[in-house]
């Protein structure tokens, strides 16, 4: 399956075989005296972090001057962690350049869509096309990979940061246009492709086309499709120049860089078979409840970027962030709880942005390890206590999180969803597929997020929430999943274009009409709400989108009633002869009338949650490996009801045995094993 790391290739097990699940934060010693490394270090051993990223914002330090190495200072953090017995994750510092860089070349530095030049000041201002910023990244990234790749200490490296730059600049239209002619071979197919005859846009020489800059208007929607193929591609071709440096002096120490889950510019569906660990950054926001949901649903993609392996959260918060309008910290019961649900949902690994506190700079209002105010604070013991119940959880360590749901994602679908000229904007992709996985989270059912190549026989149920996107490759994959007698469920204004983003012509859901048992001839962006009639979902009222749609073969679960859509389905379901069901919900529905659907659905699957414990619905359960989480998102108590065998289960966290109905705190956790009778 497409996003499983290479079988051979070094997994995060050759770390955490030794020191159990990660624990640790970014380092960043350039910015402050050795001496304060000495207590950093100790500090780190008492609250049983175990591994460092170190050298990540660091390339000024590196390379104070263009080919002036000055390493001396990084071999003696090197050697404290691993002294200290600390693994290092060592960084290429390549998302910050110097401001010299950018200053002897100034074609280094991006250019935006409206032909602004980036200037240095910030980071991440590189062009990702230049041949000199490349050159000097790659460089560094080899001096860096000669002198420590056999050192014992350095146990991971890490690529870049959070790569998401997109340039606009000449270099970036060269490199374009190579790109589209791998894809396309011809002008010709380019102009089909990307239907030129509209707007007098043909192109008749390759120097004529260009990345979609500033324009007078709408921009050609698979140029911009193709372009943000071409830029995630670029990115990944950054990666992958580092990492086959860094492999040829480091062969079997696993080669990463930091994701950000749904990350718009990067489409790490494809990133994922070249990363030996899946790494991802969360940022949840501690002031809005709902974004547990929103921050499991990235958990899950991160493993179904995996392939179902153990992954590792490499940024997160332990208090506030500095770059909301207002930055409400977490508190220390939220930081275990957001730590501990990374674990839950398969991650082997939990580090944060960052050690220490900075004193200057753009980020020093950003909470860390270790606060400005030091040690003795609420937030340091609470990263301390933290550490010590990591340590309890060794057993989970490379287990997996079983599931039968699929939930299909895929970036060039939400790009091409998402388009300024689409019949609605309050059709948005996140939230949809948000909306759809609320309910099988508080069902406590597991999800793997996978993209539409994946192998989708493994699940009882494939929910696709908004793939407007399919391709003709994909179509015999999705179908499957009902004539072997499974369930699929497709969700509105799915399936309506092609790998070129045209539109399929015929009644939609055109690939899958006959599956779902209806078929549609109009997209309804609602002037005022509807109202629909259902056995199943009681009365309902649609704002915003709902479909002029028949049934054919299928049944009606929901039906519009009264307006201009009297009569058309809202919500069919089509059950097959084989036992498989097509659902497709052509309607923007409410938060309680989708659950519903999702509900039906997973009684259609014979899918369930958890076995043994029962909990209100904003008591996350998750089971990994046999270990079943019991999570409060409440900021408010909470019970758990226990059966099982005997009724009696062991809390890996407490080492407390407990049975019937066990209390939850506010934001508490429970990590629960059956006791054998
Ligand atoms: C991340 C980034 C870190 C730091 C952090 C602050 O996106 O990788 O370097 O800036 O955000 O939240």
Known sequence: MTGTVASGAPTLAA???????????????????????????????????????????????????????????????????????????????TASPPPWLGVLWPSSRAVTAD?????????????????????????????????YGEHPGVRMWHVGNEYGQVCWCEHCAEGFRTWLRARHGSLDELNRAWGTAFWSQRYDEWREVIPPRAAPYLVNPTQVLDHRRFASDQLLALYLEQRDVIREHAPGVPVTTNLMGFHHPTDYRRWAPHLDVVADDVYGDPADPHDVVRV??????????????????????????????????????????????????????????????????????????????????????????????????RE?????????????????????????????????VLPQVLAYYRPLWEAGVGVDVVGPDADLDAYDLVVAPQLHLVEDVHVAGLRRVVERGGVLLLGPFSAVVDRDAHVRTGRFPVPFADLVGASGEEWVPLADPVDLRSDLLGDVRVHDWAERLRVEGGEAVATVVGGDLDGCAAVVRHRHAGGGQGWYVGALLPPDALAGVVRACLDAADVTGPAGVRAAADVEVVRRGHVTFCLNAADRPRTVHLTGADGVWHDLLTGADVAGDVPLAPHGVLALIERTP
């Open 15 to 93: 770390l955490t075989d030794d020191v159990g699940l990660l624990y640790g934060a970014d380092w960043n010693p350039e910015q402050w005296h050795p001496d304060v490394w000495r207590e950093d270090v100790a500090l780190m051993r008492a609250a049983g972090v175990n591994v460092v990223t170190v050298g990540v914002f660091a390339w000024a330090t590196i390379e104070p001057r263009p080919g002036r190495f000055e390493l001396d200072w990084l071999d003696r953090v090197v050697d404290l962690a691993h002294d200290s017995g600390i693994l290092v994750d060592l960084a290429t510092p």
């Open 396 to 428: 989970v360590v490379g287990t997996r999180v079983p599931a039968r749901v699929a939930l299909v994602f895929d970036w060039p679908s939400w790009w091409a969803a998402e388009e300024p000229a689409s019949p609605s904007q309050r059709l948005r």
């Open 115 to 147: 032909g602004v030049r980036m200037s240095h000041g910030s980071r991440n201002h590189f062009c990702p096309s230049s041949p000199h910023y490349r050159e000097r990244a790659l460089a560094v990234a080899r001096v860096l990979a000669e002198r």
């Open 296 to 393: 499991a649903l990235t958990h899950d993609l991160a493993r179904g970027l995996a392939g179902g392996a153990p992954w590792v959260v490499m940024e997160q918060a332990a208090g506030a962030v500095n770059w909301r309008p207002h930055n409400v910290p977490k508190t220390s019961a939220q930081l275990r709880l957001d730590s501990l649900r990374a674990i839950a949902r398969g991650a082997d690994g939990s580090c944060f942005f960052q050690w220490r506190a900075s004193t200057a700079g753009a980020e020093r209002y950003h909470s860390a390890l270790v606060p400005h105010a030091g040690p003795d604070t609420a937030l340091h013991r609470a990263v301390v206590e933290h550490g010590a119940e990591l340590a309890r959880l």
